[in-house]
């Protein structure tokens, strides 16, 4: 007996199989067993992988039902809270007041779902209570709900909920960058100056962002506040040209230097920055094809001077430049309007550099907000088309204690060599 039950362990053949078998009918019941209730339970929570399979799925799991299904449903499952949650949102819509007894109750069971937030915060609104509906709508927000945007949006904009609204930042939020970034079309930007200003102090806009909102401002014409802006994002920013020596990447927005970038086809211009000779850093490469009409300007750079007078110098050097009545840097204010102040025209210099400089006045019309602004000296050259290069560099603007000539007196003065700094 010994013997044989010393050679069960190790049989092989038919007698293993015989002593796996009952294990096997074992799980494989368990298994049936189990199933259904698996597969009902992934039906009801949304969670079937496949297309088919859950015919009996009862409609209290899903969304936009009537309240009697939800009712129904829970009789069955009484501790599933997304469909109590549904249900009391589907009393809520219907004006029902059981919805107003039942959201209490919902609340610690489903603290972060987006209906019940949503509820609580119709609620908060309706009682006037803003501290409360402004702390729900910015977890709404920041939980990725849309619909909220708007009811947030107009409490930070009203003079009389914009410091509640504020009170809510800290510096861990994720909702002002994501409200600022995607800012409608119908609000101003410069209603939201504060949160803009609170958001630049804890670090919580994106670079992105707030060269959006110096743009909008910008469009707004509220130049002072996009010049304030410009200056706290980007540190001790000199009164003047930004990146007149073009040594900087070039952003094409904000306060930077602009340009339009042509259609390949009629590409009648393309600007580069380009190391400049014999010193380090870059200069500017205007490049003219002549296969296009030459947008105006050319190149620009809004700034804010609000001084009396200035003084414009700068670089430049041609090379094949077929313009008969060249390039200038013109002066307008940052309203458009006409020029008001130009250098002498830039025409070919053989590859010599040359000096240009203009003392001009900003008139009291533009408000301190002018562009600077480089364009054809005729319009009819523009749409004629020029070829050539252009190499610009070292350009400022400082302020001076009185002119020497007037804003028409451009001149220009050959020099040799590098630019200097």
Same mark, same amino acid.
């Given at each position: 007996?010994?013997?044989?039950?010393?050679?069960?362990?190790?049989?092989?053949?038919?007698?293993?199989?015989?002593?796996?078998?009952?294990?096997?009918?074992?799980?494989?019941?368990?298994? #049936?067993?189990?199933?259904?209730?698996?597969?009902?339970?992934?039906?009801?929570?949304?969670?079937?992988?496949?297309?088919?399979?859950?015919?009996?799925?009862?409609?209290?799991?899903?969304?936009?039902?009537?309240?009697?299904?939800?009712?129904?449903?829970?009789?069955?499952?009484?501790?599933?809270?997304?469909?109590?949650?549904?249900?009391?949102?589907?009393?809520?819509?219907?004006?029902?007041?059981?919805?107003?007894?039942?959201?209490?109750?919902? #609340?610690? #069971?489903?603290?972060?779902?987006?209906?019940?937030?949503?509820?609580?915060?119709?609620?908060?609104?309706?009682?006037?209570?803003?501290?409360?509906?402004?702390?729900?709508?910015?977890?709404?927000?920041?939980?990725?709900?849309?619909?909220?945007?708007?009811?947030?949006?107009? #409490?930070?904009?009203?003079?009389?909920?914009?410091?509640?609204?504020?009170?809510?930042?800290?510096?861990?939020?994720?909702?002002? /960058?994501?409200?600022?970034?995607?800012?409608?079309?119908?609000?101003?930007?410069?209603?939201?100056?504060?949160?803009?200003?609170?958001?630049?102090?804890?670090?919580?806009?994106?670079?992105?962002?707030?060269?959006?909102?110096?743009?909008?401002?910008?469009?707004?014409?509220?130049?002072?506040?996009?010049?304030?802006?410009?200056?706290?994002?980007?540190?001790?920013?000199?009164?003047?040209?930004?990146?007149?020596?073009?040594?900087?990447?070039?952003?094409?927005?904000?306060?930077?230097?602009?340009?339009?970038?042509?259609?390949?086809?009629?590409?009648?211009?393309?600007?580069?920055?380009?190391?400049?000779?014999?010193?380090?850093?870059?200069?500017?490469?205007?490049?003219?094809?002549?296969?296009?009409?030459?947008?105006?300007?050319?190149?620009?750079?809004?700034?804010?001077?609000?001084?009396?007078?200035?003084?414009?110098?700068?670089?430049?050097?041609?090379?094949?430049?077929?313009?008969?009545?060249?390039?200038?840097?013109?002066?307008?204010?940052? /309203?458009?309007?006409?020029?008001?102040?130009?250098?002498?025209?830039?025409?070919?210099?053989?590859?010599?550099?040359?000096?240009?400089?203009?003392?001009?006045?900003?008139?009291?019309?533009?408000?301190?907000?002018?562009?600077?602004?480089?364009?054809?000296?005729?319009?009819?050259?523009?749409?004629?088309?020029?070829?050539?290069?252009?190499?610009? /560099?070292?350009?400022?603007?400082?302020?001076?204690?009185?002119?020497?000539?007037?804003?028409?007196?451009?001149?220009?003065?050959?020099?040799?060599?590098?630019?200097?700094?």
């Amino acid at each position: 007996m010994g013997a044989h039950g010393s050679r069960l362990p190790g049989a092989t053949g038919p007698l293993q199989f015989l002593w796996w078998l009952p294990w096997l009918g074992l799980a494989i019941a368990l298994w #049936l067993g189990a199933w259904p209730t698996q597969q009902q339970r992934a039906c009801w929570m949304g969670e079937w992988p496949f297309e088919s399979g859950c015919p009996d799925v009862p409609l209290g799991s899903a969304l936009d039902n009537p309240p009697d299904v939800y009712q129904r449903y829970l009789h069955h499952n009484p501790g599933d809270s997304r469909a109590l949650s549904w249900l009391t949102r589907a009393l809520w819509v219907a004006e029902d007041p059981r919805a107003a007894e039942l959201l209490p109750r919902v #609340l610690p #069971l489903a603290p972060q779902h987006p209906h019940v937030l949503g509820m609580q915060a119709d609620r908060q609104l309706q009682a006037q209570d803003w501290e409360a509906a402004a702390k729900t709508l910015v977890a709404l927000v920041e939980l990725g709900q849309a619909q909220a945007r708007p009811t947030l949006l107009s #409490l930070m904009v009203a003079p009389q909920t914009q410091d509640i609204v504020l009170r809510q930042l800290t510096p861990q939020s994720l909702w002002l /960058d994501s409200m600022l970034a995607g800012l409608d079309r119908a609000t101003p930007a410069r209603a939201l100056q504060p949160f803009v200003s609170a958001g630049q102090e804890l670090g919580l806009l994106k670079p992105a962002t707030v060269l959006g909102l110096i743009d909008r401002l910008k469009q707004e014409r509220a130049w002072l506040d996009a010049y304030t802006l410009w200056v706290t994002w980007k540190g001790e920013v000199g009164e003047g040209l930004y990146n007149g020596g073009f040594d900087r990447p070039v952003s094409r927005r904000g306060f930077d230097w602009e340009w339009t970038t042509p259609p390949a086809a009629r590409q009648a211009f393309r600007i580069d920055q380009v190391a400049a000779a014999e010193r380090p850093g870059s200069m500017l490469e205007l490049s003219l094809t002549g296969r296009g009409v030459l947008p105006q300007p050319v190149l620009s750079q809004t700034l804010l001077l609000p001084g009396t007078h200035y003084r414009l110098r700068g670089q430049f050097m041609t090379q094949a430049l077929s313009a008969r009545e060249g390039l200038v840097w013109a002066l307008r204010c940052a /309203d458009g309007g006409e020029r008001w102040a130009e250098t002498a025209p830039m025409l070919e210099t053989q590859r010599r550099w040359e000096t240009f400089e203009l003392t001009f006045s900003p008139p009291a019309a533009c408000g301190a907000a002018v562009q600077l602004r480089l364009e054809t000296t005729a319009a009819w050259e523009a749409r004629a088309g020029i070829v050539g290069t252009v190499y610009f /560099d070292d350009l400022s603007i400082q302020r001076i204690q009185a002119p020497v000539n007037t804003a028409r007196d451009g001149a220009t003065a050959p020099r040799t060599g590098a630019p200097r700094r």
